[in-house]
T-cell receptor
């Protein structure tokens, strides 16, 4: 299994509070991704990173920010949590040599915003 | 723009029966196609991938998928279902440009009856 951990694994927070989720990899992969998973929507990309300090937005980036100061860590911050951000968040990594972007996923973080 | 459509949010089969999960894609350029599997409370795992080397792709656990360009399809099959195949399956499409972003289908949950 690819070495990907996410912390925390579960979190309950109140509306309006900031929340930071952490993804840590030991594979030295260049690309890292944050997705959210909601019933009926599959996985939707929030933000991704293609190197240290290099990040870009995905399709559902509003209300989220990311940072990557080291190859192994990719942080997702909910600036002011809302109930619509209750979801399961997955981090993924990839090393798309030859153009094939197969991804390896972390175990997920279940976030509940009350 | 790329997109993925999975036909049927739920599929139920009997143990030993054929499994067929349908996926159609839309892409303006030759895509890379993937099937991922998600077991309860886990992240996604790569089941198989199409990278243009062969139209019939074999994956883990006895699954295979056939790329049909004329039908823009990449259906997943397994000749004989096992109880352990019960999970959610996601079809995904990617390109080798634009951050290697991957678009996921909404998912199909497979139920296997004894």
């Amino acid at each position: 299994d690819a070495g990907i951990t996410q912390s925390p694994r579960h979190k309950v927070t109140e509306t309006g509070t900031p929340v930071t989720l952490r993804c840590h990899q030991t594979e030295n992969h260049r690309y890292m991704y944050w997705y959210r998973q909601d019933p009926g929507h599959g996985l939707r990309l929030i933000h991704y990173s293609y190197g240290v300090k290099d990040t870009d937005k995905g399709e559902v980036s509003d209300g989220y920010s990311v940072s990557r100061s080291k190859t192994e860590d990719f942080l997702l911050t909910l600036e002011s949590a809302t109930s619509s951000q209750t979801s399961v968040y997955f981090c993924a990594i990839s090393d798309p040599r030859g153009g094939v972007n197969e991804q390896y996923f972390g175990p997920g973080t279940r976030l509940t915003v009350t | 723009a790329q997109s993925v459509t999975q036909l049927g949010s739920h599929v139920s089969v009997s143990e030993g029966a054929l499994v067929l999960l349908r996926c159609n894609y839309s892409s303006s350029v030759p895509p890379y196609l993937f099937w991922y599997v998600q077991y309860p409370n886990q992240g996604l795992q790569l089941l198989l991938k199409y990278t243009s080397a062969a139209t019939l792709v074999k994956g883990i656990n006895g699954f295979e998928a056939e790329f049909k360009k004329s039908e823009t399809s990449f259906h997943l099959t397994k000749p004989s279902a096992h109880m352990s195949d019960a999970a959610e399956y996601f079809c995904a499409v990617s390109r080798d440009t634009g951050g290697f972003k991957t678009i996921f289908g909404a998912g199909t949950r497979l139920f296997v009856k004894a």
